[in-house]
């Protein structure tokens, strides 16, 4: 069935530092992809989307780009803030959405 | 736009009561509600699909008498726990889809449910 696999964390990181959370995926089809982030005792926000292979999308300097022939969409962030320690989920969707396992980010001063 | 609030965002009960979490969409008409539980260091599994006036779709594996959802309005889906146990504690979180026909990619903020 379709799946969604992440980077194992936690991931620790300076500040300033540059991020790559790594997602693949696998699909029967041409999902929608997501990103996802949740902070200490809340729900989730969508950080960013992509809905077509090659798509990038983009919020608040994190970046991902739906690659269909590598089945991945890694999230990249050029310079880490301390207000970046959060949970990180990429997803798919078709007619709902399934969740990778999560990532941990932990951005230190 | 594209706003889902789900109430309460935390509630205790005791061992063998039921509880009602509901789940709204403010902004928009949600034909498709979701409903996931997390838990602690987790990812979100998914527990049920609502479709506003039908039955629900259960995930494998999640008891459909324990976990009640109703889907009566285009705007409201419930979760009720029913005779609740303390292992039924987790962190449950409603998405909502509008009828453009994009799916689950606006959530609630959560409801911790703690059972003691």
């Known amino acids: 069935g379709d799946s969604v696999t992440q980077m194992e964390g936690p991931v620790t990181l300076s500040e300033e530092a540059f991020l790559t959370i790594n997602c693949t995926y696998t699909?029967?089809?041409?999902?929608?992809l997501f990103w996802y982030v949740q902070y200490p005792g809340e729900g989730l926000q969508l950080l960013l989307k992509?809905?077509?292979?090659?798509d990038k999308g983009s919020n608040k300097g994190f970046e991902a780009t739906y690659r269909k022939e590598t089945t991945s969409f890694h999230l990249e962030k050029g310079s880490v803030q301390v207000s970046d320690s959060a949970v990180y989920f990429c997803?798919?969707?078709?007619?709902?959405?399934?969740f990778g396992p999560g990532t941990s980010l932990s951005v230190i001063p | 736009g594209a706003v889902v609030s789900q109430h309460p965002s935390r509630v205790i009960c005791k061992s063998g009561t039921s509880v009602k979490i509901e789940c709204r969409s403010l902004?928009?008409?949600?034909?498709?509600m979701f409903w996931y539980r997390q838990f602690p260091k987790q990812s979100l599994m998914l527990m049920a699909t609502?479709?506003?006036?039908?039955?629900?779709?259960?995930e494998q594996g999640v008891e459909k008498d324990k976990f009640l959802i109703n889907h009566a309005s285009l705007t409201l889906s419930t979760l009720t726990v029913t005779s609740a146990h303390p292992e039924d504690s987790s962190f449950y979180i409603c998405?909502?889809?509008?009828?453009?026909?994009?799916?689950?990619?606006?959530f609630g903020s959560g409801t911790r449910l703690t059972v003691v």
């Open positions: 992509a809905t077509k292979a090659d």
């Open positions: 699909a029967t089809g041409y999902p929608s």
């Open positions: 998405s909502a889809a509008g009828t453009i026909g994009f799916y689950g990619y606006t």
């Open positions: 997803a798919l969707a078709y007619d709902k959405v399934i």
């Open positions: 609502s479709n506003e006036g039908s039955k629900a779709t259960y």
């Open positions: 902004d928009f008409q949600a034909t498709t």
